[in-house]
């Protein structure tokens, strides 16, 4: 991960789908225009979180005017103790917003499947996730004393919370479901 890094992306992204012919004649359109960066080649590993029910991707495949993804990336095949980056990556009437740090992978691995935090940083576990999700806007709303257990330690858990719309003083009444399918003819 040398150089600069950016760390909030907003952009349009544009993608096709091309034939292997399409690709060999762009490519040999761009040569003349373009050179390979500092990078080279190299794999980009992407592993994407979702619900249990795969919310996120079903959701995702309905094209709507606002989506979101969890995910954590590398451009290399990572070891345990390299940097990756751990991604959050909204899109919202076609514009991409993308927010990442980056951690250690079994950083990133025990926070996202556990939600484990360490007492006091270690070789194994930082606050960087906690400090990530604080700068999208989240607050910890309660913190778990020594119930994780990783790499032969006890680890804390904390449990954060971001208020997505205002709490008026008199919110209005619930809807039962069944009240709600009748009104909809569902």
Known sequence: MAGTLQFCF?????????????????TAGIQAHMRPDEFGCYTICSLYYDTDSYQLIRTSLEK????????????GVPGSQDKVFVELKKKFDRVVYKRRTVMT???????LQSGAVPEREDQYLTWDSVEFHCRMGYRTAGEFFQCGCKFGRWYNMVWMEKILGEHRERPEEVIPFPALADSMNL
């Not at 907003?10 to 762009?26: A, F």
């Not at 606002?66 to 954590?72: F, I, S, V, W």
């Not at 992978?105 to 926070?111: E, F, I, L, Q, T």
């Open 10 to 26: 907003k952009r349009y992204e544009k993608k096709y789908m091309l034939t292997p012919q399409q690709l060999v004649q762009i």
């Open 64 to 75: 709507p005017v606002y989506k979101e993804k969890l995910r954590m990336r590398s451009y």
């Open 105 to 111: 992978a079994a950083d990133a691995v025990s926070y």
